[in-house]
């Protein structure tokens, strides 16, 4: 009986598939699989969408000096020495490097010097797809535990793994999805309903669950205890550094002594979002995604996908611009270098004066009779400077995403450099002593002579510090 059930039951599904392949098109043994609910190995998914996979297997390929500001896994701070200054204190002072693909980067976070991971598991969240579940699992000890005890949460053969399908897509549907609660939850503090995005909002949104700024609150014992992104002060379409530095100010989130300025100071990171999407951006403006620019369609056979391989444009001779701009490669490419060689030359001017009044500062705090208002005055404007210049800095962009909001945010963080220099120095001539002078035409020396062998900086990487107008 239960035999011929199941017979007549097979040959009705037979017939069923048959029925839709003869009237429809013909499916694929592909469009049979289901991915399981929670399924994180990209494999899988793979058998179903093998063109995407192989896309997604590009983001390990390293490509050298692609374009004028960037080189796959080059340190970061050597190209910009007057950073070392900056950053003077910090984990981001010894080893602070450009970004890799997505398959690459849970390598690259164990290969990272180990003061870099001192934050704790909290280091995780933008890393693994485990992140969610270990977060709910561990609670604020997700946070709080050493990175290698959460790390090792994670099944063996799955630590290295990196950004996959699960962390954008709905299995069950390919929809895309916000898997981020800190996402989740930073837009309702922004007054932007989580459950009523557009397709075209969420073609940004599933990027901006990493690649925004975020801040790490901590216990008094100095152990990480959430991760926030700092966004409540500001709004949907204009999240500016402003609203970002008042949090940090508001709620002490503070994650490192500066040094030079002796002070505890915040810390961004790659605001790429917030940038993007504040106002002066034309492409934010006219509903232009980030998979817009850095996951065009391209044609693999009979299908037409969206890229998996996440890149910048210049790595793909701007064939992502094209989908929209007429224009070819090399104007479009002159644009892109036209705008990040000028907020290039205000990042490097901000920086110069910034290193400059951070070592003015430094002579200022070891004056005993030193005027200690004066002094809190300008630590107050470094801090307020420093917060500008590295809010474009940490951008990954060198300001093309949005220019003019870049060139204004460096001009502030210039003039306030500027005010705190002066004022240490005046604070060092009101106790009858001599101001140092810096010329930053020698940063690197600077740098090498303050260096104890510890600040990682390298003479032989090539120098992208650069003003226009020469000197
Ligand atoms: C789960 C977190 C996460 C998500 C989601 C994410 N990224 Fe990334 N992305 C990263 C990290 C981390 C890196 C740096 C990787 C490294 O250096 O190892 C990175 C690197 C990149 C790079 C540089 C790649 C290279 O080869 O230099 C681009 C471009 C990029 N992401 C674009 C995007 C876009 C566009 C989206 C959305 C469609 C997105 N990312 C979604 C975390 C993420
Ligand atoms: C209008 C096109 C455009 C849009 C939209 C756009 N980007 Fe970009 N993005 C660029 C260009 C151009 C660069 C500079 C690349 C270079 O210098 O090689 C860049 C650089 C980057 C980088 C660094 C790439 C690298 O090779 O290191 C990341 C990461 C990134 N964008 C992420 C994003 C995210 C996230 C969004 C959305 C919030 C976004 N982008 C929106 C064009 C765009
Ligand atoms: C960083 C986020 C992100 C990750 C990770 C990701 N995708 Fe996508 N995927 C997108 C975006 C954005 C689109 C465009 C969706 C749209 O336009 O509605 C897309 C579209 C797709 C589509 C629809 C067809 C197309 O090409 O537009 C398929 C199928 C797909 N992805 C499969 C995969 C597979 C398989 C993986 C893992 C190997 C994966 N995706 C990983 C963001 C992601
Ligand atoms: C999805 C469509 C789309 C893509 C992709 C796109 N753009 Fe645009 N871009 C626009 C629109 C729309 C404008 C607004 C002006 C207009 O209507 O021409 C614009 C404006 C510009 C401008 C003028 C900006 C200004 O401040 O006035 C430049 C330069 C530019 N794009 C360069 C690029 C480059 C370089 C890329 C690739 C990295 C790119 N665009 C990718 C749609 C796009």
Redesign the pocket.
């Known amino acids: 009986m239960f035999m011929r059930t199941m017979m007549y039951c097979t040959m009705f599904v037979w017939i069923a598939l048959s029925m839709t392949g003869c009237s429809g098109e013909p499916k694929s043994v592909a469009s049979a699989i289901i991915i399981p609910d929670g399924e994180k190995d990209p494999a899988v998914w793979g058998r179903k969408f093998p063109n995407h996979y192989d896309s997604y297997l590009k ?1 390990s390929e ?2 050298k000096d692609y374009s004028k500001y ?1 080189s ?2 080059q340190c970061r701070l050597s190209p910009w020495p007057f950073q070392f200054v900056l950053f003077d204190g910090w984990g981001f002072g010894v080893e602070y ?6 398959t ?2 849970m ?3 164990r290969d990272i010097d180990s003061s870099r991971k001192k934050a704790g598991g909290v280091c995780l969240t ?2 693994t ?1 485990y ?1 969610p579940e270990l977060r709910k699992k561990l609670d604020i000890d997700y946070f709080r535990k050493p990175y290698d005890e959460v790390l090792n949460e994670i099944p063996e053969k799955h630590r290295t793994m ?2 996959v399908c699960i ?2 897509h709905d299995p069950a549907t390919m929809d895309l999805r916000i898997s ?1 609660q800190t996402l989740i939850e930073s837009l309702k503090a922004i007054g932007k309903d989580p459950e009523k995005l557009t397709r075209q909002e969420k ?2 949104l ?2 901006a ?3 925004v700024d975020y801040s790490i609150p901590k216990d008094k014992d100095g152990k990480s205890i959430a991760l926030v992104f700092p966004w409540k002060n500001g709004k949907w379409g204009n999240i500016t550094i402003e609203a970002v530095i008042k949090q940090i100010r508001d709620e002490g989130l503070k994650e490192w002594k500066h040094k030079p300025t002796d002070q505890k100071l915040g810390h961004l990171r790659h605001p ?1 979002f917030e940038l993007f999407s504040s106002p002066g951006s034309v492409h934010w403006a006219a509903g232009v995604a ?2 817009d ?3 065009p369609y391209e044609r693999v056979g009979r299908e037409k996908i969206s890229s998996h391989r ?3 444009p210049l ?1 793909n001779d701007m064939k992502a611009c094209m989908q929209c701009h007429t224009q070819d490669a090399k104007w479009l490419k002159d644009q892109v270098y036209n705008i990040q060689d000028r907020v290039n030359h205000m990042f490097t001017k901000a920086g110069y004066t910034l290193a400059s009044a951070a070592l003015t500062l430094e002579a200022a705090v070891k004056i005993p009779k030193a005027d200690n208002a004066t002094i809190e005055k300008a630590k107050a404007l470094y801090a307020e400077a420093y917060y500008r210049c590295t809010w474009i800095g940490a951008e ?1 962009s060198m300001g093309f995403h949005n220019p003019t909001e870049s060139l204004r945010v460096l001009g502030d963080a210039l003039d306030l450099g500027h005010q705190a220099e002066a004022l240490a120095r005046e604070a060092i001539l009101k106790a009858s002593a001599t101001p140092p002078e810096f010329d930053m035409a020698q940063i690197d020396k600077i740098v090498a002579e303050r260096s104890d062998g510890k600040t990682g900086f390298k003479a032989d990487v090539k120098k992208r510090a650069a003003l226009m107008s020469g000197k």
């Open positions: 983001n390293k490509t960037k796959d896994n490097n450009e970004p890799n693909g997505h690459e980067m390598k690259d976070q933008c890393k797809p992140a990196g950004l962390d954008c981020r073609r940004s599933v990027c669950q990493c690649h790429e980030c998979a620019c850095h996951m996440w890149e910048s790595k990954n």
